[in-house]
Nanobody
Framework: QVQLVESGGGLVQAGGSLRLSCAASGRIFSINTMGWYRQAPGKQRELVAV???????NYADSVKGRFGISRDNAKNTVYLQMNSLRPEDTAVYYCNADLLLAWGIRNNYWGQGTQVTVSS
């Protein structure tokens, strides 16, 4: 019943911006940590950014200063604002969330991914 749905991917020229959204739906009590990962062709999946329930954030070195992660707990949604995009940012971006389903019950979920392509 619980699922994560990403949106906002697409094709953008280098230097452009894109905003990704990930909405968690289903029977959810609250959201703990949420994050974004990405996987480029021929490469392993890597962490892009993460945000905790307290609002603290961490970023991969490659995106620091360019990307911003935020969350809206009322909407069970996490966002990734991507600025100054580079061709090397091209990848499938996946949402990940650690969700509290009931008191004492936490599960981890992955979205299906959204394609981001940056042209030079």
């Amino acid at each position: 019943q619980v699922q994560l749905v990403e949106s906002g991917g697409g094709l953008v020229q280098a230097g452009g911006s894109l905003r990704l959204s990930c909405a968690a739906s289903g029977r959810i009590f609250s959201i703990n940590t949420m994050g974004w990962y990405r996987q480029a062709p021929g490469k392993q999946r890597e962490l892009v950014a993460v945000i905790t329930s307290g609002g603290s954030t961490n970023y991969a070195d490659s995106v620091k200063g360019r990307f911003g992660i935020s969350r809206d707990n009322a909407k069970n949604t996490v966002y990734l604002q991507m600025n100054s995009l580079r061709p090397e940012d091209t990848a499938v971006y996946y949402c990940n969330a650690d969700l509290l389903l009931a008191w004492g019950i936490r599960n981890n979920y992955w979205g299906q991914g959204t394609q981001v392509t940056v042209s030079s």
